[in-house]
Every structure is written in structure tokens, then in C-alpha cells.
């Protein structure tokens, strides 16, 4: 039989305590399916999250990419049969990649960095989750453009190419705006000079030689990346003593 | 003014540390650049609180950042939590032990309380199934229950630093790193803020960067004044008191910290 005073509380009832459980139930966050899927994947709750909080993956930038994409192969199906997908993917996923991570961009960039969950990881897994999603967008825009069917893997390769060229100025610079700069003069040149060359636009999409070219760019590139965001732990480094015991 | 006096004053005796020592820095320098930014910092802490001060450009958030193993040191020695940065794994498990507040620490503006907390939470690893009832338990300690579910972009300077300070005590951390930590709090909420403390360096080791010297003699066991990218006084609260009497300010600390500090620059 309940013998306590209604509204009194016991006196060996902790409310502090008692309103912390309610306090758990009640604030508790849902996750989506797609961070659960993500945790699944990656082994890491902490990774899933940073996925799903990339900037450059958040609404807005997904309308953005396939507005992009769509333009693409609407002005190529109307056109004169240019490629557009395929030229537009690879600045686009640039722009994409270095705007998914780093100081300037991450508003808790330094405290991200003294996280358990290394902030290499994080930009490994935002790197890529940006480039599965822009080369979907763009496969679902070339199949769409019909005109461009023969190019509608070309692009990939340069696309981690420019990427990779993005991401590793960013992290050098220390500035998203200065890799995403970098990625489209790059990607521009690479297009303006092979018309200049050859009189075609496409080439840059088309020309299997120069598939040697992007890949050698991408892989200096993670190289610069790994350098980068390497913290020394050979001896003797800047960690170690210069005559102190 | 003696030692005797400065305890009469209110300021605290040093308790004995626990063995642990949780900093143990020896010649630490930091270069940015031609600019020495931190110039052989020898530092051992076990747990207690300890206050960093300093004027600005002191080298104390640059010494923060290392501790924190943001970013590493141009030379010197350096352990924490009895582990070394240097090495992946080992860092990775100070990481995890590890409570820090920068000082300019940005927000998400679309999170709210509790997601920013808890997105921190996951990222130092805690077991996903603690994470809910320790974000709960941080966002209570720090005043913020009224306002776990509201967006950081509606809240006021104040609250979004203590946002800040939940995200780093989520984690019960062995080592709390909190660099200016009573940035904008009022009154009530610092001295509440000082409770915290006192409380959090029963069992932790904390290092507090400020420029408020009261926040230091009310919750520090002891102190360390910076100038110049080195440590020109480590000591308790009454021990820098006692060096007060022939510098400038209003309260008895204050004097102690401007002497210290000229007597370092001449």
C-alpha cells in the first residue's frame, strides 16, 4: 500500500536521478536509417554521424548537384550531342569533395580534431560518400542524355581525379575555397587545352591516353592528402626532446 | 604578503596530488613560423584543477592545442594520461580520456543541444549505449536542460559556451582541457561554472586557460602564469598572493600576478 503523501516525494528518492532516466527518454535522437546503415557499415557510430553531417551531402547541396546534373542532360539531349555530364561531374565533385571537410568549412574543425575518431578517417569516409553520390547522379544524367552514352564512365576517372586534386590543395591550403578553386581551374585548363589540340570539347572524357594522366593526379594527390593530415611518430620528431630528458 | 596571509585571504592550500600524473611535459616549444609561440614548457599535473594564466599571446592556447593533441609540438617531451601522442594507438586512447574546449569553438547552427553534445560523444568513442544517458547527465551538469532541444543557432553566447563545456565533461574525462571557459557567462552561471570545476578536478586533472584571475583563486588548487611562451610562476593561489606586494591591482591575486609578470619582464 502506497502510504506517501500525493505530491511529496520520499525522502530517499533521488529527483535528480529520477528526472536524468526521464530526461534520457525524452531527449533520446532517433537516427536515421541511413546513419543505422552507416554505423552498420562502417563499425563506427561516430563515422556514421560524421557521414551523414558532411556539408556538401546535407539537402540543399544534393538539390544543388543534381539541378547541376539535370541542366547537364537536358542541354546535351537538346544540343549539338556535347557531353556536358561528363564535363560538369568532375568540377562538380571537386567542389563537392573539398567542401566536405576542413578548417573553415567544419565550424568545430579543431575540436574535430582531437577526436578518438580521427579526423583522417572523416575525411576519408565524406570523401568518398561524396563521390558515390555525385557518380550516381551522374550515371542517372548520362543515361538520361542519351547523346552521351559512349562517355558515361569517362568522366569517373577524371572525377577522382579532380577530386583528389581538390582535396589535397584544401588540405594544404587549409581553405575549401582554394581546393575547389584549384579542382575547376584544373578541370578547365584540362578541357580548353584538349579543344585547343584536338577541336573537340569532349575530349578530355574521350581520349583513353590521357586516363594515365588522371590516375597518376589522383594517386600524387591521396599521397599529398596522407602526408597532410599525417601527426609524426617516428624518433626522433618534432614530438621528441632536442636535449630535454 | 606572506603565505600565511594569502590563506587567511580565502585562497586555497594545495591538496596533495594523487600519483597519477596525467601532463608531463618537459622543453615543449611550439614555432609558427620565425614566431616561438611556446619556448620549453616543462609541466607535470596529476589531478586537481590548475589555471593557466597570462597575458594575450602568452602562449597558453597554443599550449592548450598540444595538450590536446591538436597539434604537435616543434620539440620537446611529452606525455599524457601516462601515454604517448606520438603514437597512433596511444593517441587515440588519450582521445578518448580527453575533454576539450577550445577557444573559438564553432557550432553546427542546425544541431540542437543534444545532438551537438552527442555527435562529440560518438566521436570520442563512447559506447554508443552510454552515450544517451552521459549526454543527458552533461547537458544537466551545465544548466542546459531547459534548452536540450533547442537549435545552438537560437541560443545566446553564454549558453552555446556551455554547450561547449558539456560536450567536453560527456565523456567523464581523465584530462579537461578548457580554454577560456567563462567567455561570456554571467556572473551566476561562473560561479556555478567555478562548482564544476572544483568538483571535476576531484578525480581529473584540469587545466583552465583564463584571463580572470578571481575564476582562478576560487576554484584552482594551483597556478601557472605564462608570459612570453614560458612559465615564469607555477604555484598555488596563496604562493602567487604572497608575491603580490609590490604589483598593481585591486584584488590580492591580481597584484601577485603583475608582479610575477614584471618581474619576468625585467
Known amino acids: 500500500m502506497n502510504d506517501s503523501t500525493p505530491g511529496v516525494a520520499p525522502a530517499d528518492v533521488d529527483l535528480g536521478r529520477v528526472w536524468l532516466g526521464v530526461a534520457v527518454q525524452v531527449w533520446r535522437r532517433r537516427s536515421s536509417r541511413l546513419e543505422r546503415v552507416a554505423e552498420r557499415l562502417l563499425g563506427s557510430a561516430g563515422l556514421a554521424r560524421a557521414l551523414v553531417t558532411t556539408p556538401s551531402l546535407l539537402l540543399p547541396w544534393l538539390i544543388a548537384s ?48 582531437s577526436m578518438a575518431v580521427s579526423d583522417r578517417m572523416v575525411l576519408l569516409v565524406r570523401a568518398l560518400g561524396v563521390l558515390a553520390v555525385d557518380a550516381v547522379l551522374g550515371v542517372a544524367a548520362s543515361a538520361v542524355s542519351g547523346a552521351a552514352v559512349g562517355v558515361t564512365f569517362g568522366w569517373l576517372v577524371p572525377m577522382v581525379a579532380v577530386s583528389a586534386l581538390a582535396l589535397a590543395v584544401a588540405t594544404v591550403a587549409r581553405s575549401a575555397n582554394v581546393g ?45 592528402v596522407l602526408c597532410a593530415t599525417r601527426i609524426p611518430r617516428e624518433r626522433p620528431t618534432p614530438w621528441t626532446s632536442r636535449g630535454a630528458s | 604578503m606572506s603565505i600565511e596571509t594569502a590563506v587567511a585571504h580565502g585562497y586555497p592550500e594545495p591538496r596533495p596530488l594523487p600519483s597519477a600524473t596525467n601532463i608531463d611535459a618537459g622543453g615543449l616549444t611550439r614555432r609558427f613560423g620565425r614566431t616561438e609561440a611556446v619556448a620549453g614548457v ?74 551537438f553534445v552527442e555527435y562529440f560523444a560518438l566521436l570520442k568513442e563512447m559506447a554508443p549505449a ?52 567563462t567567455a561570456g557567462l554571467d556572473p551566476e552561471q561562473r560561479i556555478a561554472f567555478r562548482a ?46 604572497a608575491r603580490g606586494d609590490q604589483g598593481a591591482g585591486d584584488a590580492p591575486l591580481e597584484r601577485g600576478y603583475s608582479a610575477v609578470l614584471a618581474g619576468a619582464r625585467a
Not at chain 1, 575547376?184 to 579543344?195: E, P, S
Open chain 2, 42 to 115: 616543462d609541466l607535470c599535473a596529476g589531478p586537481g584543477v590548475l589555471g593557466l594564466l597570462g597575458p594575450n599571446g602568452a602562449g597558453k592556447t597554443s599550449l592548450l592545442r598540444m595538450l590536446a593533441t591538436v597539434i604537435p609540438p616543434s620539440s620537446g617531451r611529452l606525455q599524457l594520461l601516462e601515454r604517448d601522442p606520438r603514437i597512433h594507438a596511444e593517441r587515440r586512447e588519450i582521445r578518448r580520456r580527453l575533454g576539450y574546449l577550445p577557444q573559438n569553438l564553432g557550432y553546427y547552427p542546425g544541431f540542437t543541444v543534444i545532438e
Open chain 1, 180 to 224: 575547389v578553386a584549384a579542382g575547376l581551374a584544373a578541370w578547365c585548363i584540362t578541357v580548353l587545352a584538349g579543344q585547343a589540340a584536338t577541336g573537340t570539347v569532349a575530349v578530355a572524357v574521350t581520349d583513353g591516353s590521357l586516363f594515365v594522366f588522371y590516375v597518376a593526379c589522383a594517386v600524387i594527390c591521396a599521397v599529398v
Open chain 2, 130 to 181: 552510454r552515450v544517451p544517458a552521459a549526454v543527458a547527465a552533461a547537458v544537466e551538469r551545465v544548466d542546459l536542460g531547459g534548452k536540450a532541444r533547442a537549435r545552438l543557432r537560437t541560443l545566446s553566447g553564454g549558453m552555446l559556451r556551455r554547450v561547449g563545456i558539456a560536450q567536453a565533461i560527456v565523456n567523464d574525462p581523465q584530462l579537461l582541457l578548457l580554454d577560456e571557459p
Open chain 1, 66 to 113: 543534381a539541378g547541376v546534373f539535370a541542366a547537364g542532360a537536358l542541354a546535351t539531349r537538346l544540343g549539338a550531342g556535347e557531353p556536358l555530364v561528363a564535363l560538369v561531374a568532375p568540377a562538380l565533385a571537386g567542389a563537392g569533395i573539398a567542401y566536405a571537410y576542413g578548417p573553415g568549412i567544419d565550424p568545430a574543425w579543431e575540436l574535430a580534431c
Open chain 2, 196 to 241: 564544476l570545476l572544483r568538483e571535476l578536478g576531484e578525480s581529473a586533472t584540469v587545466l583552465v586557460s583564463t584571463h580572470l584571475v578571481e575564476d582562478v583563486g576560487a576554484a584552482c588548487g594551483r597556478v601557472a602564469l605564462m608570459e612570453s611562451g614560458r612559465i615564469v610562476f607555477h604555484g598555488t593561489p596563496a604562493e602567487l598572493v
